[in-house]
Nanobody, 125 residues
Framework: QVQLVETGGGVVQAGDSLRLSCAAS???????MGWFRQAPGKEREFVAA????????YYAEPLRRRFTISRVNAKNAMYLQMNSLKPEDTAVYFC???????????????????WGQGTQVTVSS
């Protein structure tokens, strides 16, 4: 079973940048991976996903211009670069990993079997 640990969250001001990291306990090349977030009082939502070999990348459309997902399989790691942060980006950010082949879309939580505990990102105005 893959264990995922997110780091890099914190409290920043609007307009700042943050880079989240997700470290996996085993080789990430066997999994597609993604980032989700959950704001207070809201359901968890899709942020971005990246296939096992980084050949395909998907974003929630409103975040496409500000967020960048990447991965380094040699380090068993995935990243989320977040720029021009806004107060509405405040949320707990989760990384997730799932099998390469799935009937679910990349934006569906059901595609991912393994989840981290999350890292808090707070953006003040």
């Amino acid at each position: 079973q893959v264990q995922l640990v997110e780091t890099g969250g914190g409290v920043v001001q609007a307009g700042d940048s943050l880079r989240l990291s997700c470290a996996a306990s085993e080789r990430t090349r066997d999994y597609n991976m993604g980032w989700f977030r959950q704001a207070p009082g809201k359901e968890r939502e899709f942020v971005a996903a990246i296939t096992w070999n980084a050949a395909d990348i998907y974003y929630a459309e409103p975040l496409r211009r500000r967020f960048t997902i990447s991965r380094v399989n040699a380090k068993n790691a995935m990243y989320l670069q977040m720029n021009s942060l806004k107060p509405e980006d405040t949320a707990v950010y989760f990384c997730a990993a799932g099998a390469i082949y799935s009937t679910y879309t990349y934006s569906s939580e059901r595609r991912y079997e393994y989840w981290g505990q999350g890292t808090q990102v707070t953006v003040s105005s």
